[in-house]
Structure formats: C-alpha cells, structure tokens
C-alpha cells in the first residue's frame, strides 16, 4: 500500500509535520532509556510491559519518516535548520537503540546461561552415580538428557 506524496506547500505544513516527528522521537527516546533502565536493574517483567508502547512509537516513527522522506526537498527549502536538529535527534535514537540492543543480548545471554545451568544440574542429579573401568565418575550422556520446561507465567 502506497501513500500519495504530498509537498508541503507552507512552511506552516512542514514545521508542524518536523514537530511532530521530533515528538515521536523523544517519546521512542524516553521509551527506549526506561525499558533499558528496567532491564539493567534486572526488572525484566516491567520492561515487557512497555512493549506495546514501543511498538506503535515505532510505527508511528516508520510513518513519519516515510513520509518526511518523501518530502525532503519541500523540507529542505522551508526548514532546513530543522532538519538538522531532527538529524541529531536521529543520531541520538541511533546511540541509545545501539545501547539498548546491547543490554537486552547481555540480559538474553545471561537467562540463556542460567537455564543451560540448571538444566544441567538436572541431569547430573538425575543419572545415576558410578564410576566408569578408569575410576572416575561417568557423565551423563547427552542422549539421554530429558527435556526441560521453564513456566513463563511466574
């Protein structure tokens, strides 16, 4: 589905339209440092309760930023100075989306380790305890390990 292009044919037009987009922005800026915040304080649950706020900020930042796109030519003439500040804005989303991304991998490799932990524990208990013809305990063998269930409702 296309969206007709529009040139804004009033600075009125393309001030209110950069405005906008420079809201949704700060809005994904503030969203973004609030659930990385929550994360890095190990509060994981509430961090996926802003999921769905984050997801409409950005769609709502995809639109708007089609449709600037779309339209940067009547943006450069009617409010280049604008324009740079969005830039910025965007670098700024860019460096804390990157640190974002990098906190919630940290937090994903570390649940991934703890899981992997405990399910390994299970199996040590679980298989019997022998010594192997060398004198040292067996290990479990990898095909026998049982599958490990992890309820998401606690």
């Known amino acids: 589905m296309t969206e007709t292009v529009v040139e804004f044919a009033r600075a009125e037009d393309a001030q209110a339209a950069v405005k906008q987009f420079a809201?949704?922005?700060?809005?994904?800026?503030?969203?973004?440092?609030?659930?990385?915040?929550?994360?890095?304080?190990?509060?994981?649950?509430?961090?996926t309760l802003l999921e769905a706020q984050k997801s409409d900020l950005a769609s709502a930042y995809m639109k708007a930023s089609v449709r600037l796109s779309a339209n940067r030519q009547a943006l450069t003439r009617h409010v280049p100075n604008e324009l740079r500040i969005l830039a910025d804005l965007h670098r700024?989303?860019?460096?804390?989306?990157?640190?974002?991304?990098?906190?919630?991998?940290?937090?994903?490799?570390?649940?991934?380790?703890?899981?992997?932990?405990?399910?390994?524990?299970?199996?040590?208990?679980?298989?019997?305890?022998?010594?192997?013809?060398?004198?040292?305990?067996?290990?479990?063998s990898p095909r026998t390990a049982h599958p490990l269930a992890v309820s998401r409702s606690i």
């Open 23 to 47: 809201s949704t922005i700060g809005a994904l800026l503030t969203l973004v440092e609030q659930e990385t915040s929550l994360v890095r304080a190990g509060r994981v649950r509430q961090a």
């Open 92 to 140: 700024e989303l860019q460096v804390r989306l990157k640190t974002n991304m990098t906190v919630l991998a940290t937090a994903h490799a570390v649940s991934e380790d703890i899981i992997r932990g405990v399910s390994t524990e299970l199996q040590r208990k679980a298989a019997p305890s022998t010594y192997g013809a060398g004198g040292r305990t067996n290990q479990p």
